[in-house]
C-alpha cells in the first residue's frame, strides 16, 4: 500500500509536520506551500490535482491516517505503473555494471516473502540504474545501551494509545522525537515516566537536548512534544535526565518483583572481571558489575535482615565475590562537606542548618552486589529490591514496569549484495551520497526521499516530506538530463547593449522567487537558483542562463569554470540555543546591516571563473514575513547584481549611475522568457 510507513508511525498517530492552512490574502500557492509540510509536488492541472493535506484536515499537526489516505489518492494516477506486493530479495551487479534485482512476492497477511519450489526469487529484473527510496524501517536496538535488552520494549512494537500503562512506571530511552512522543502520550496514564538519554551536540558547543526551536532544524525535538519539562520542573514525579547515559554509561535492567525491573546505571569502571571489561563497549549482554545497593547501620536490622537473605537464598555466595558488606565512617567527608568559604561552619551555624556532628559521623555498613549473584537467585533479587528502594538515595532505587527504547531508525542494507559496497554514514543511518544523490563508488545507484538526507543533515529539512519533495525532485531533473538530455529548467538571458534592461530582468527575477519559492526555503543552505554568466570573448555572445532550484554543491562543481551568482536561505552564525530567545534575537534591522540578520534571511553570493569562495555577498536583511520588496530591498540588490555582471563580463558599464531601475515598477512581472 502506499504510504505504508504512516500506517504504523508515528505510533500515537500524531504527525510533527505543520499544516498551516492559511497564508495572507494575494500570497501565491507556492508561497502557500513553504507552509504546508505534509502535501507532495503536484505537477497537474488544477481539475486532476490530489486534494492536498491542507483541505484535509483542520490540525495543525494532522492525525497520521489523513496522510496515509491522501498518499493512496496521490499514487492512485500512476496505479498501473507501481507494482504492489513484491519485494526486492537482492540488488546486485553484473560484470557488464548492469543491475540485477531478485523479486518476490509478499505475503501481507503473513508479512513473508514467498519463493517457487527451487527456492529461487520469483522474477528477476535488470536495470541500468536504481533509485532506491525505501526510508528508515529498521529499528536502532538497544544492545549498546542496555544491558538486559531483551526485557525492553520497542516503540514500533507499542500501541498506539497509551491505556495499557494506566498506573505503571515506565522509563523511556532516548532523545529525538519519538521518545518524546512516546513520553507525552504515556503520561495521562503512568505513575510515573522517566527519560534517560545521552547528550546530543549542541551547535553552540557542548552536549544538552537539540531542540529544533533552538537549532533551526525539524528533525530536532519539538516544542510540541515537551510536557515532561512541565511534570519534571514543576516536582510532579516524572524526570528528564537527558545526560544519564553520557560518557559511555549503560543502563544495567534485571527482571524483579513479578513483571518489574530493577535498573542501574554502570560504566565500564564498574566491571566486575575482565570478560566484562572487553565487552563492555561491544554491547555485551549479561555481564559482571559491582553494583552499589545499599547502606545501613551496622548491626541493625536491616543489616541482620541481608544477611539472613543471603544466607537463605544465596548459600554459596563469597563475600568480596559476589557481595561485599563494607564498613565506612562520614568522618573524613563530614570534614569536607562542613568547609564554608575556606574555613570550617561554627557551631551556632551548624545548629541552623540541623547538622548535628554525632549522626553524621556515625558509622555504618554499605552493600554492593554483582549482577551476577542477582540473575542467579530471583528470590533474593526481589527481597533485595525491596530493602534498596528504603535505604539508597539512587535515582533508579524505585523498580519499574517497563523500559521502551526509542533509538529511531536507520536503513536496511540487506538487500545489497556483496558486489554492492554500500557505504553508509551517521551509524548506518543514511548513505553515503555524491551530491547528486548518487552512492558513493556504486555509479548507476541513486537513492531518494528520507534515504538522501544525509546530504542536508542537520541543515534542510531532507528527512520529512517538506525537504525531500524537493531533492527527489533534483534527483529527477538530473536523470532527465543524463538520460533524456532535458536541459535543467533555466530561463536565458541575451546580454545585450541594453545593460539596464538586463540588471532590472535578473534583479526583479532574483526578488520575485526570493519572495516565493518554497523548495531554498526548507532546504537552507542545500538548494538555491544559480545564474550561470557564458562569456565568449571572441563572438560577443555573451548569455546568463537563470537556473531554479539547483543542488548547488553538485552544480558548483558542474560550472566551476565560469562566473556564477547564487541565492540560498540561511541562519545567522550562532544564532542557536538560548540566543534564539535572548532580548537580542533580532540582528538586524536596516539594510546596511543586513549581513548581521540572524532569523531566515537569503544571501546571494559571486563566485568569479574557476573560483570556489565568493569574492563578494550580499544580505537580505530578516524579515519577520520573509517579504523583500520595496525600494529599500530591491535598489541594494540591482546594485550587487550589476556589480556581478560587470565582474563576469568585464563589461564595467554595467556599474554607470542610472543604468538600472531603484525599484520594480508597480505591476511588473519578471517571468521573463528565453
Given amino acids: 500500500m502506499p504510504g505504508s510507513f504512516f500506517a504504523q508511525y508515528p505510533r500515537h498517530r500524531q504527525l510533527i509536520?505543520?499544516?498551516?492552512?492559511?497564508?495572507?490574502?494575494?500570497?501565491?500557492?507556492?508561497?502557500?506551500?513553504?507552509?504546508?509540510?505534509?502535501?507532495?509536488?503536484?505537477?497537474?492541472?488544477?481539475?486532476?490535482?490530489?486534494?492536498?493535506?491542507?483541505?484535509?484536515?483542520?490540525?495543525?499537526?494532522?492525525?497520521?491516517?489523513?496522510?496515509?489516505?491522501?498518499l493512496a489518492d496521490f499514487a492512485a494516477e500512476q496505479k498501473e505503473n507501481i507494482e504492489y506486493g513484491v519485494a526486492v530479495g537482492s540488488i546486485s551487479k553484473s560484470a557488464d555494471g548492469n543491475f540485477i534485482l531478485a523479486l518476490e512476492a509478499v505475503d501481507r497477511n503473513a508479512t513473508q516473502h514467498t519463493k517457487d519450489?527451487?527456492?529461487?526469487?520469483?522474477?528477476i529484473a535488470f536495470c541500468k540504474e536504481v533509485v532506491a527510496a525505501t526510508g528508515l524501517w529498521t529499528p536502532k536496538g538497544a544492545y549498546g545501551t542496555v544491558d538486559g535488552a531483551e526485557y525492553v520494549d520497542g516503540y514500533e512494537d507499542l500501541p498506539q494509545t497509551g491505556e495499557a500503562y494506566e498506573g505503571k512506571s515506565v522509563i523511556v530511552l532516548g532523545l529525538g522525537n519519538a521518545a518524546l512522543e512516546t513520553t507525552q502520550a504515556l503520561q495521562p496514564f503512568t505513575s510515573e515516566i522517566h527519560l534517560?538519554?545521552?547528550?546530543?551536540?549542541?551547535?553552540?558547543?557542548?552536549?544538552?537536548?537539540?531542540?529544533?526551536?533552538?537549532?533551526?532544524?525539524?528533525?530536532?525535538?519539538?516544542?510540541?512534544?515537551?510536557?515532561?519539562?512541565?511534570?519534571?520542573?514543576?516536582?510532579?514525579?516524572?524526570?528528564?535526565?537527558?545526560?544519564?547515559?553520557?560518557?559511555?554509561?549503560?543502563?544495567?535492567?534485571?527482571?524483579?518483583?513479578?513483571?518489574?525491573?530493577?535498573?542501574?546505571?554502570?560504566e565500564k569502571d564498574d566491571c566486575a572481571d575482565e570478560a566484562c571489561k572487553e565487552q563492555f563497549a561491544n554491547s555485551g549482554q549479561n555481564l559482571t558489575y559491582w553494583l552499589p545497593h545499599s547502606s545501613f547501620s551496622n548491626d541493625g536490622l536491616v543489616h541482620k535482615r541481608v544477611k539472613s537473605l543471603l544466607q537463605k537464598y544465596a548459600p554459596g555466595a563469597r563475600e568480596d565475590v559476589d557481595y561485599k558488606m563494607e564498613e565506612f565512617s562520614k568522618k573524613d567527608s563530614l570534614k569536607s562537606h562542613l568547609e564554608e568559604k575556606g574555613g570550617y561552619l561554627e557551631t551556632e551555624r551548624m545548629k541552623k542548618l540541623g547538622i548535628h556532628p554525632r549522626v553524621f559521623v556515625d558509622e555504618g555498613i554499605e552493600l554492593e552486589v554483582t549482577?551476577?549473584?542477582?540473575?542467579?537467585?530471583?528470590?533474593?533479587?526481589?527481597?533485595?529490591?525491596?530493602?534498596?528502594?528504603?535505604?539508597?538515595?539512587?535515582?533508579?532505587?524505585?523498580?519499574?514496569?517497563?523500559?521502551?527504547?526509542?533509538?529511531?531508525?536507520?536503513?536496511d542494507t540487506s538487500m545489497f549484495n556483496d558486489s554492492i559496497s554500500l557505504g553508509t554514514m551517521l551509524e548506518g543511518r543514511y548513505p553515503q551520497l555524491q551530491f547528486d544523490y548518487q552512492a558513493v563508488g556504486v555509479p548507476g545507484l541513486y537513492f531518494a526521499g528520507t534515504l538522501a538526507h544525509g546530504n542536508d543533515f542537520q541543515r534542510g529539512a531532507g528527512g520529512s516530506i517538506h525537504g525531500f519533495r524537493y531533492t527527489t525532485r533534483a534527483l529527477f531533473r538530473l536523470l532527465e538530463e543524463k538520460n533524456h538530455g532535458i536541459k535543467w529548467p533555466s530561463t536565458v538571458f541575451q546580454v545585450t547593449k541594453d545593460r539596464g534592461q538586463l540588471v532590472d530582468q535578473l534583479t526583479g527575477l532574483l526578488q520575485q522567487r526570493i519572495n516565493e519559492v518554497s523548495g531554498a526555503y526548507h532546504m537552507i543552505q542545500t538548494l538555491g537558483d544559480m545564474i550561470v554568466f557564458n562569456v565568449d570573448n571572441t563572438s560577443g555572445q555573451n548569455t546568463v542562463h537563470y537556473l531554479e532550484e539547483v543542488p548547488l554543491r553538485h552544480f558548483h562543481e558542474r560550472y566551476f569554470a565560469l562566473p556564477r551568482l547564487t541565492w540560498l536561505f540561511r541562519y545567522g552564525r550562532n544564532f542557536n540555543g538560548p540566543k534564539v530567545l535572548a532580548p537580542d534575537r533580532a540582528g538586524a534591522t536596516t539594510p546596511e546591516e543586513a549581513h548581521k540578520s540572524n532569523f531566515l534571511h537569503p544571501m546571494l553570493a559571486f563566485m568569479p571563473a574557476g573560483k570556489q569562495e565568493p569574492s563578494m555577498r550580499h544580505f537580505l536583511t530578516e524579515d519577520l514575513f520573509t517579504q523583500w520588496k520595496g525600494f529599500t530591498a530591491y535598489a541594494p540588490l540591482a546594485l550587487f547584481v550589476s556589480r556581478a555582471i560587470a565582474e563576469a563580463t568585464g563589461e564595467s558599464s554595467f556599474m554607470q549611475e542610472g543604468t538600472f531601475a531603484v525599484e520594480l515598477a508597480k505591476g511588473t512581472t519578471c517571468n521573463v522568457t528565453a
Fill in 117 to 123: 519450489a527451487a527456492g529461487k526469487s520469483e522474477r
Fill in 17 to 70: 509536520s505543520l499544516n498551516k492552512r492559511f497564508v495572507r490574502k494575494g500570497r501565491s500557492s507556492e508561497f502557500a506551500f513553504r507552509h504546508d509540510w505534509n502535501s507532495l509536488l503536484d505537477v497537474r492541472d488544477s481539475v486532476n490535482k490530489t486534494e492536498p493535506v491542507t483541505m484535509r484536515s483542520t490540525q495543525l499537526f494532522p492525525h497520521a491516517d489523513v496522510m496515509v489516505d491522501y
Fill in 196 to 266: 534517560f538519554a545521552r547528550g546530543r551536540n549542541l551547535p553552540e558547543g557542548g552536549e544538552g537536548v537539540r531542540f529544533a526551536h533552538q537549532t533551526h532544524y525539524v528533525e530536532d525535538v519539538r516544542s510540541g512534544l515537551t510536557t515532561v519539562l512541565d511534570t519534571y520542573l514543576l516536582k510532579s514525579l516524572d524526570t528528564f535526565d537527558f545526560d544519564a547515559l553520557n560518557l559511555g554509561k549503560r543502563l544495567l535492567v534485571i527482571p524483579c518483583l513479578g513483571n518489574r525491573i530493577c535498573c542501574w546505571g554502570v
Fill in 371 to 411: 549482577s551476577a549473584l542477582l540473575r542467579s537467585s530471583r528470590e533474593l533479587t526481589d527481597e533485595l529490591a525491596l530493602i534498596r528502594r528504603e535505604n539508597s538515595p539512587d535515582n533508579l532505587r524505585y523498580p519499574v514496569d517497563h523500559v521502551i527504547r526509542c533509538f529511531g531508525w536507520k536503513m
